[in-house]
């Protein structure tokens, strides 16, 4: 289901479209085309997009294309997906140690709409954290890793 979704392969695509997207949550996929976690997430994301068209763009973006982001970001474990509203990085509280990005695949299509939905309702309150929805039995666990320390 990859293939319905836009690809972002550069920095200055995946800058371009931080910048450009306004008034909806832009929502960032890192990961990669064959790996079997990322099929199944973009499943969900590719079924939800057209519901979510009003609110959301979303985008793929493989993690050896754009190596500057998937540093800036931490991004250890895919897929993992960040999201930006108005150029703002938005933070979501899933009950984890990491609020800057979801990790891993959501459980039902219905999780990642109830997210979006949060995300979109905060930030149009001007908040820059929002507490996730999403059942905390539904979220990925996972240690973080800190490299080099």
Do not use: W
């Amino acid at each position: 289901m990859s293939f319905l979704l836009p690809k972002l392969t550069s920095k200055k695509e995946v800058d371009q479209a931080i910048k450009s997207v306004a008034e909806k949550v832009l929502v960032l996929r890192f990961g990669k085309d064959d790996d079997p976690v990322c099929l199944q997430l973009d499943d969900i994301l590719a079924k939800t997009s057209h519901d979510l068209s009003k609110m959301a763009a979303i985008y793929l973006v493989d993690v050896n294309k754009v190596p500057v982001y998937t540093q800036y970001f931490d991004i250890s474990y895919i897929p993992s997906t960040v999201f930006f509203f108005n150029g703002q990085h938005m933070k979501v509280d899933y009950g984890s140690p990491d609020h800057t990005k979801f990790v891993g695949s959501f459980k039902t299509k219905q999780d990642f709409i109830d997210l979006i939905e949060v995300i979109y309702r905060g930030a149009m309150r001007g908040k820059l954290i929002v507490r996730s929805p999403i059942d905390p039995k539904n979220v990925p666990k996972y240690d973080l890793l800190y490299q080099g320390i």
